[in-house]
Nanobody, 120 residues
Framework: QVQLVESGGGSVQAGGSLELSCTAS????????MGWYRQAPGNSRELVAT??????TQYTHFVKGRCTISRDAGYTVNLRLNNLKTEDTATYYC???????????????WGPGTLVTVSS
């Protein structure tokens, strides 16, 4: 079984910064990609940023230039978001794509979500 533990959410003023972390544990043979999505009330879940096994990163347009995603040598992914705006208020979800064995299909796992509130 695979688990994702998220941390770093909370309240911050507009213009500030925050860093979210997510650590995966359990039956993971290899990580395909890790990333962060977010969902604001009344909206669908949307991509924020991802980082693939080879280090390639992808950012959605609304965070480009003020967001950095990184991974350590293990199973932790970090997201730093600068110059926060009130529209960044959302629940942020960690996302993992992984293989449980060398020959298994790719699986997905979502974290429970961490709330980020940006006030003006």
């Amino acid at each position: 079984q695979v688990q994702l533990v998220e941390s770093g959410g909370g309240s911050v003023q507009a213009g500030g910064s925050l860093e979210l972390s997510c650590t995966a544990s359990g039956s993971i043979y290899s990580i395909v990609a890790m990333g962060w999505y977010r969902q604001a009330p009344g909206n669908s879940r949307e991509l924020v940023a991802t980082i693939a096994r080879d280090g390639r990163t992808q950012y959605t347009h609304f965070v480009k230039g003020r967001c950095t995603i990184s991974r350590d040598a293990g199973y932790t992914v970090n997201l730093r978001l600068n110059n926060l705006k009130t529209e960044d208020t959302a629940t942020y979800y960690c996302h993992l794509e992984y293989k449980s064995t060398r020959h298994s299909p790719e699986w997905q796992k979502w974290g429970p979500g961490t709330l980020v509130t940006v006030s003006s």
